[in-house]
């Protein structure tokens, strides 16, 4: 019923896509995360939304509800149609963590390389915990390659490792695989965080009160996402001059410069 393919981001500034306002202190703005590794992500909702407006914007309003489903009209029984493609969230691939005398390395466990392996269907066995990338650089502590993160010391048990074909742009880089319990710990750090206030009409002074804290995905994020095309539909030409890479606009803050990301499609 449905062709199967998927689409990478890559983040090319930070990117915020959830909460206004957190429920504890009613000023910060918490970004949305996966149930059982606390790494951030994107909805399908919000991935769908960007390129339905992208194509409404690029190629009118027919082809947008031809292949995003048509607009419930005001007293019209049954006027919307099925979105002929389908959007599944975005999960992290590989998030960039700053380590000292790296000072980038990129971080991932086996729950997110999991769903990366179901997704793009690689042959590859999943890398063992604790395993680095080949063209990682660790310290020698104790005769052993050790990276030193903010929290303490992580041993690479299996260092010079060959993961590249879980590197979705074909470049591998500097990279580990911890647990999936350490996962949230390191995710939380690498977090982009900005503090934002808002300035009096007429003094350049913080209205009281209006004090905001912001948390995004960093810059240098890889994610994947699935999609699912109706067969027997024509041909889905989702960017502008019907490539299958483009740069969108993920998620809010766009006016300070969050949410500018790479995005590439295979399959469709």
Known sequence: MYNKAYGIIETLAPVHVGATAGEESGNLNLIFRDQFTLTGVIPGSSIRGRFRSEMLLNKGKDNSNQWYGHDADAGVTDSTTESLVKFEYASVIWLPVFCPGQPVVWV????????????????????????????????????????????????????????KPWFPFGEELPAVVVA?????????????????????????????GAFFNTEALPEGTQMI??????????????????????????????????????VELIGI
């Open 108 to 163: 991932s466990c086996p729950k997110l390389l999991k769903r990366y392996k179901r997704i793009t269907g690689i042959d590859d066995a999943v890398p063992q915990v604790y395993s680095g990338s080949s063209v990682l650089k660790p310290l020698t502590v104790d005769g052993q390659p050790t990276l030193f993160f903010n929290f303490g010391f992580l041993t690479i048990d299996h260092p010079r490792q060959d993961l």
């Open 180 to 208: 999936d319990d350490e996962i949230a710990m390191i995710h939380d750090m690498a977090l982009y965080r900005q503090s934002r206030v808002r300035l009096d009409e007429n003094e350049k002074i913080a209205v009281k």
């Open 225 to 262: 996402f699935p999609v699912a095309i109706k067969k027997n539909q024509g041909e889905w030409q989702p960017f502008e001059d019907d490539s299958t890479k483009g740069e969108i606009y993920l998620g809010g803050l766009e006016s300070i410069g969050f949410g500018h990301c790479a």
